[in-house]
């Protein structure tokens, strides 16, 4: 059921009625046509990825066991993902769609501007001049999904760089009266990572993760999935997510849950806390019941996640993305907090102290240490 309906006035002095999705709707993955595209290889000079544990064919897995039929779910992979593939493939499902569908597009690879538009890297695109020519972008898509979809809602997610540019879709929808969202793991601004990061979490929303659900009412909503992809990427990645809402409402319902969290008053790192340890970012999944504490901390290396157990000694709260991040500033030094070793710069000494950055934080970090915390590895 729709919560309210809003007007849209268009350029042209037609009125549209938009359909607002919110708390008394959910994600109707029966009902749900999707097309993944993922390109890890290109017949040009693109950087390439690994193949190994891609995550585009597990979330294909992940919305059949949700219960999309697969017949409603079209795969385009590397070589399979050529211009003309892409744009039959869009078109087939666009009109298999009906009024009640829900549209889910999804791109993984590579991704770049151009002018006012946005290049997803199909196989056989060219660069150079004829680039704009023989690549597929989100202009393109926003017109076809606006002139052949007439459904419920569509749902934009890419993981490339500058793939916040999806927001053209979701504003073309918009002029139609049709809900929708996009979720990318950069902005359209920015680059990013080469890490399947991202699209994890899109499953791990999808699949009913406890930890996504951050208000423990055994739901998931599209405000929890975006805030909690939002400090993620920054967190373990140290880059902006992307988020994109046309008459979305945060209360939008993705699934339940697999289970709950339950968080103990005497953890000094509750569940769910990003940290750092021994230079690298992770979050904080499980924690000992028995003195002394010990956590179990999940990393995420390239397409795969890793837990390992640290002490409470070993561990300090992640400030990344929380503040700015110093430019260019390269480690002279060492510095050691909580019996670990950190690159760091100093900023100035006095007294026999000095007052250092950690170099890989933000300036909230900086602080003055003595000589029994700091080394010079090069001196």
């Not at 994890?200 to 659900?213: E, F, K, N, T």
């Not at 019996?339 to 950055?357: C, F, M, N, S, T």
Request: charged share 25%.
């Amino acid at each position: 059921m729709f919560r309210v309906l809003l007007l849209v006035v268009l350029g042209s002095g037609f009125v549209l009625p938009v359909q607002r999705l919110g708390a008394n709707d959910a994600w109707d993955a029966a009902d749900t046509h999707v097309v993944i595209i993922g390109v890890t290889r290109w017949k040009a000079d693109l950087t390439r990825y690994p193949r190994r544990r891609r995550k585009d064919k597990e979330l294909r897995e992940l919305l059949i066991q949700r219960g999309t039929p697969p017949k409603q779910i079209s795969v385009l992979l590397d070589s399979e993902a050529t211009l003309e593939n892409i744009r039959q493939t869009i078109k087939s499902t666009l009109l298999a769609t009906n009024a009640n569908s829900t549209l889910l597009i999804y791109f993984a690879g590579h991704g770049w501007r151009i002018g006012d538009d946005f290049c997803f890297a199909n196989y056989d695109v060219t660069l150079g001049p004829d680039n704009a020519k023989t690549g597929w972008t989100v202009r393109e898509l926003a017109n076809d999904v606006y002139t052949n979809f007439n459904g419920r809602q569509a749902i934009f997610i890419a993981d490339c760089c500058h793939s916040g540019g999806l927001r053209l879709a979701v504003e073309k929808l918009q002029l139609k009266g049709i809900s929708s969202f996009s979720l990318t793991s950069a902005t359209e601004e920015i680059t990013s990572t080469g890490n399947w990061t991202f699209t994890q979490l899109i499953i791990d929303a999808l699949a009913g993760l406890p930890l996504m659900d951050t208000n423990r009412d055994g739901m998931i909503s599209l405000g929890e999935v975006r805030l909690e992809i939002n400090n993620a990427m920054l967190h373990l990645e140290g880059q902006k997510s992307g988020f994109y809402s046309g008459d979305t409402d945060d209360d939008f319902v993705f699934g339940g849950t697999t289970g709950e969290v339950v968080n103990h008053p005497e953890l000094a790192f509750p569940l769910g806390s990003y940290v750092r340890v021994k230079g690298r970012y992770g979050r904080i999944i499980d924690a000992s019941n028995t003195a002394p504490t010990r956590y179990s901390v999940e990393f995420f290396n390239y397409a795969s996640k890793e837990v390992r157990r640290y002490a409470e000694s070993e561990l300090r709260l992640s400030r990344r993305g929380t503040g700015e991040l110093a430019v260019n500033m390269l480690p002279e030094c060492e510095v050691r907090w909580r019996g670990q070793w950190y690159p760091a710069k100093v900023l100035r000494e006095a007294d026999g102290r000095w007052y250092i950055h950690y170099v890989e934080d933000d300036h909230s970090w900086d602080e003055w240490v003595e000589a029994d915390r700091i080394r010079f590895p090069n001196k």
